[in-house]
């Protein structure tokens, strides 16, 4: 903050409330908070019965679309030999590697989804091998291994009544893309080759369009990195060649004890606020469940938005009572719109000199723990089972706004100023971007620290909360964008 926001408090006994020893048990009691909801975080992921989200099935379906957008491509828009052979003998090894990829999901966890994806696509030798599998998982009913039976084991005729079930059982099991070659093979087996011809276009068209856009959202994160690069290059030249240090303007010992106990204070508050709505969220979608009434994807959406969106209100209530209590104005913590098209430029610039960080982080976490399959935020599970124009615009909104206007105010410009102020920016930007990723799942710990490091960096250095609200947000968008376009019917 510069010398302009930075509150004069005089050294008034108030200004001497938080001295060490009331300190430390803040730091006791934010630890205890953390590990708690932490702790609950991953057993509610490790609860499912299977990931929402499997990074060798999301490889398999960007593998199959692949295939399907080239296979369309090569029979509409090529004419010379030599390049059909080559894009079709692509399109195979696209789709062969998708078949591998479903292979190792199904066989480290007996993945359904992946299950379900080897019957339509794999080797006609091995369907029957896949369907047994099928048929040990406990949550699976015998109709639905009868129909797999029937379509691609069994060689008999498909009747009218039965082609009338198993379409509505196909399209009750919420195989997304992969319906539509279902319903083309079941077609198929019943004599009706238009309708079987109309699904697979719809796969293609879907594809292709999934292709694209995927292609294009890369492209633009590609160059955002490549630039991203220059910019952690010239900013790690700029420390060392120049010798400079993240330092703060001082101030009395007094005034920095106060004003980190404050703050920290309050970010406590946020955490027992937040962690209060989405708990009181759980209970109703857990009385939901009770009730038996299990389409509660919808239910789920809302409520986490709005017991997230409830419960950002009432801290930041919180928060403007205690600023107004000590005549500090929400510029002290960065919060304010001067210059916010010139800050959105650097939100953007500090968005693509994370990438790189971003990469080595999962690189390193692989290298760790192997590929992981839990999300690196819990909203990711309902971002997968999604339907609606509306449900994903409630949580585009949640992931693309919300999130970082309430996650940067709290954990940037109340948690990170706290312990800058008690201690240094240094250790500021380690410690609050160290609890901002405990707060994630732990498979995601070190990406998420690397954004929370450079989020707490661009509020250091551009004294306002609009630059890392900004990258935040792109960076929420862009991950949201992706599951989409893999996930999405």
Known sequence: MDDASR?????????????QYRFIPLIILLIVLVAIIAVAQQWSLQALEEPALDQAILQGDISIKMAYSLGGWTNSIMTDIRSK???????????????????????KRKSIDAIRRLIILGPSEDRHTYIDWLASAHQVQPSEVQM???????????????????????RGLDLRWFEHLALADLYRRSGMADQANLQIDYAIREAQRT?????????????????????????GTRILVESRRLTDLPMSENIRQFKSGLLLQTFIVYLLIWGGTQFIGGLLIGTIYVSKYHDVT????????A????????????????????????EAIGLTGKGWRREALVGIAGYGASLPLLFIAALVTQLIAGPGDQPSNQVIPLIARAEGLGERLVLFLLVGVAAPFFEEIFFRGVLFNSFRTRWTPVMGIV????????????????????????????????????????????????????????VGS
């Open 307 to 330: 017991s997230y969106i409830l419960g950002g209100i009432l801290a930041l209530g919180f928060l403007a009572r205690k600023l107004r209590s000590v005549d500090w104005p929400f």
């Open 211 to 235: 292709t694209v856009g995927f292609t294009v959202l890369i492209a633009l994160v590609g160059i955002l990195g490549i630039l991203g690069v220059g910019i952690v290059a010239l900013y």
């Open 85 to 107: 052979d080559v894009f079709e003998r692509q399109a195979r090894l696209f789709e062969r590697s998708a078949v591998t990829a479903y292979t190792r999901a199904a066989r």
């Open 298 to 305: 919808r239910l789920e959406i809302y409520t986490a938005a």
């Open 148 to 170: 797999w039976r029937v379509l691609y084991v069994e060689h008999g005729p498909v009747t009218r009544e039965s082609l009338t079930a198993y379409c509505t059982m196909i």
């Open 7 to 19: 509150p004069q408090t005089s050294d008034t006994p108030d200004t001497q409330s938080y001295p």
């Open 431 to 486: 410690l609050s971007a160290g609890t901002f990723a405990m707060l994630h799942p732990l498979i995601g710990f070190l990406p998420i620290f690397a954004l929370g490091s450079v989020f707490a960096i661009l509020l250091y250095e551009r004294k306002s909360l609009v630059s890392p609200m900004i990258a935040h947000s792109i960076s929420n968008i862009v991950t949201f964008l992706i599951l989409v376009l893999l």
